[in-house]
Structure formats: C-alpha cells, structure tokens
C-alpha cells in the first residue's frame, strides 16, 4: 500500500487563500480518486471535496480540489479563508476496497 | 436525510472484545450503491480506516487490523456492527461509521462514539 503525506499545520491570514497539498508515496496520484474531509474540534469529519474535485453539495465554491501528477499529488484550495474554515482537513485515496487516510493538516486561521 | 448513530459500550476492558453497532435511518442498508465502513480516531491523532461492509456481507479490512476485526450487517435492523478482539489501550479511540459510495469515499458519517480500553 501507498501513503498519502500532509502537512502537518498551516496557517493563514482571513480572506487570503491556502492550499494544502497530499503527496502519494507511489503510484500515480491519478489512478485513485482522492477526497478530502474537514473536521472542526469536537465534530466528527464532513466531506468537502471527493473524486478528486467535485464539491460536495452545500460545500462553499471557494473549497477546490486538484491533483498535479508531475509531483504526484493532490490538493485542496480555500479562497477567501474565513475564521469558520479553521479545522483539520484529511485527504484520503484507496488501494483496490482499501481507504488510505493522510494523516491530517492543521488549517489556523490567524 | 441519511444519518448513522454509533452505538455500544463507552468502557472496554483490555483483552476483551468491543463491540458496536450502527444504525442507519432514512435509508436503506441494502441499497446497491454503497459500502458501509468503520473509521477510528485516537485522541489528538488522525483517522484509520477499519474496514467495510456490503450489504450482501462481502468485507475488506484493514491489514493491520484484520486478524483482530469482524464486521457484519444486519439488513433486517438496518445495522452494521464491528467486533474488535484482544483490544489494548492503543485502541481507545472515538469510533465512526460512515457511508461509502462505490467511487471510495465517506459520506455522511455518525458522530462517533468514544471507546476508551482501561481496566
């Protein structure tokens, strides 16, 4: 099996935009859909963005999702960050009917 | 609107057994579009996938989990359970369950509920 790496914090300042970045250990990021969940403190996780880029309905357009295959990832964008967006946001790919979770990023919203 | 509650007990001594179950409403576990999976948490820690269900009790685990953990389905209640044996303080944990469509991912997911190993 694969791992998928993160980030372990980032932060960023209200109405600026962020990118948090999932690198795949081997394998082709693009041979496995990847998803992205968001879990604010004492709330199970939501998800955001899943098949690497399709909003989850309710979902805010400024949450995007992309994979770049030259350097084997994926990432999630948030534009015009808000205070609310603060959390821990977790990519996640498969192997065959096997999950793999990344292991977190910290969003601080300062 | 689909939604999942974990259930069980919230205090498992070690090398024992925890047990949960989930139950699914307003839907229909034997929907042919999608899986049901269990995802676990540590305090502080990030997620770990468990493993998943079918509603026809086709299962894939987690290998590093898999000769300790038994997921079923009861169609009748609407349920999904997990048994983890032999279990140690490393798996305290808050366990979910979740909904997995074929396309691989969790949504909507339960709340969760804390299971904590201590004798």
């Known amino acids: 099996n694969f791992m998928l790496t993160q980030p372990h914090s980032v932060s960023e300042s209200p109405g600026k935009t962020v990118t948090i970045s999932c690198t795949r250990s081997?394998?082709?990021?693009?041979?496995?859909?990847v998803q992205w969940y968001q879990q604010r403190p004492g709330s199970a996780p939501t998800s955001v963005i899943y098949e690497d880029n399709q909003r989850r309905s309710g979902v805010p357009d400024r949450f995007s999702g992309s994979i770049d295959t030259s350097s084997n990832s994926a990432s999630l964008t948030i534009s015009g960050l808000k205070t609310e967006d603060e959390a821990d946001y977790y990519c996640?790919?498969?192997?065959?009917?096997?999950?793999?979770f990344g292991g977190g990023t910290k969003l601080t919203v300062l | 609107q689909l939604q999942l509650q974990e259930s069980g007990p919230g205090l498992v001594k070690p090398s024992e057994t925890l047990s949960l179950t989930c139950t699914v409403s307003g839907g229909s576990i034997s929907s042919s579009s999608f899986y049901w999976g269990w995802i676990r948490q540590p305090p502080g820690k990030g997620l770990e996938w468990i493993g998943s269900i079918y509603y026809s009790g086709n299962t894939y685990y987690n290998p590093s989990l898999k000769s300790r953990v038994t997921i079923s389905v009861d169609t009748s209640k609407n349920q999904f359970s997990l048994k983890l044996s032999s279990v140690t303080a490393a798996d305290t944990a808050l366990y979910y369950c979740?909904?997995?469509?074929?396309?691989?991912?969790?949504?909507?997911w339960g709340q969760g509920t804390l299971v904590t190993v201590s004798s």
């Open positions: 081997s394998g082709s990021i693009a041979s496995n859909y």
């Open positions: 996640q790919s498969y192997d065959s009917s096997h999950m793999i």
């Open positions: 979740a909904r997995r469509p074929y396309t691989n991912y969790f949504d909507p």
